[in-house]
């Protein structure tokens, strides 16, 4: 394929190739691991449904060996069709989407409760001047004719003075020798994170902590990796089955099935959704 046909042709050859070819989209999904939905996209050039940089490209090679066409020379015609930094860089471009989604859910919720809390305190100062009114009207009224006994007064007998001046004495009782002491109550958690991964084949592992991107390269098998986390981690996988992690000393369920392409955010506050159950 050249590099100088409109940019609206890009898809439509690897469609043309593939049916050329008699292959369904469903075929190449089970041989490349890669989602229906993202090869339908990527034949009508919607390149916001593929991950950014070297995962989006290994998503063009893999297509391209799919259908019968040379891998790098396609490669090459999808850089010059779409030469943005989406393309060329390392980012995600779903993460933006992502990013925008939680935001936009974050607001409805507080939207949701800013109204019940609306509807509820009115309803709350109802309730509570409909029970004091209810006290009042259920109140017995005085009874006709009766009058208060009067109050009686007791002499005050004065204290002797040894008594007034002697300081009371409040035995004690002493502890055996084998009781333990008081227990201190621990100190609370700390509000951090601890990511350990393990690579058990080699994989190309992306990591931004706490919106500053630490690792961005090929780990091989038998490498480790411990990272702390304040805030979020974001990390994108290569290979989803090459990875193992865990979370506080806890293992984590796995990211995905093999030679899937995996992005997975996890905070303090959401990891233990993914520890094993």
Not at 137 to 149: H, K, L, Q
Not at 175 to 196: F, G, K, Q
Request: with cysteine; aromatic share 4%; proline share 8%.
């Amino acid at each position: 394929m050249s590099a100088d046909r409109t940019p609206g042709d890009f898809g439509s050859r690897l469609r043309e190739a593939r049916e050329q070819r008699g292959i369904t989209l469903r075929q190449i999904a089970n041989a490349t691991k890669i989602s229906v939905s993202v090869l339908d996209a990527l034949e009508r050039n919607d390149i916001s449904r593929l991950p950014g940089g070297i995962f989006g490209r290994a998503f063009v090679r893999s297509y391209a060996a799919e259908v019968g066409l040379n891998p790098e020379a396609t490669l090459r015609d999808f850089m010059a069709t779409f030469p943005n930094d989406s393309v060329t860089a390392g980012h995600p471009t779903s993460e933006r989407n992502d990013d925008f989604e939680l935001l936009e859910s974050d607001r409805r919720r507080a939207g949701t409760y800013i109204s019940l809390l609306a509807i509820s305190i009115p309803i709350a100062g109802a309730m509570l001047w409909v029970g004091a009114g209810r006290r009042v009207r259920e109140a017995p009224p005085p009874a006709v004719g009766t009058t208060r006994p009067a109050p009686v007064q007791r002499a005050i007998e004065p204290v002797p003075p040894a008594v007034a001046s002697t300081p009371a004495i409040v035995p004690t009782t002493a502890l055996p020798a084998d009781t333990p002491a008081p227990v201190e109550a621990s100190a609370p958690e700390r509000n951090e994170l601890t990511v350990a991964l393990t690579v058990k084949q080699p994989c190309w592992v992306t990591a931004t902590i706490d919106g500053r991107k630490t690792l961005d390269r090929l780990l091989q098998a038998g490498e480790q990796q411990t990272i702390d986390v304040r805030r979020e981690m974001v990390l994108t996988v290569g290979d989803a089955s090459a990875i193992s992690m865990t979370l506080n000393g806890a293992a984590a369920r796995p990211l995905g099935k093999a030679g899937e392409v995996v992005t997975t955010r996890v905070t303090p506050n959401n990891f233990r959704d993914y520890l094993v159950r």
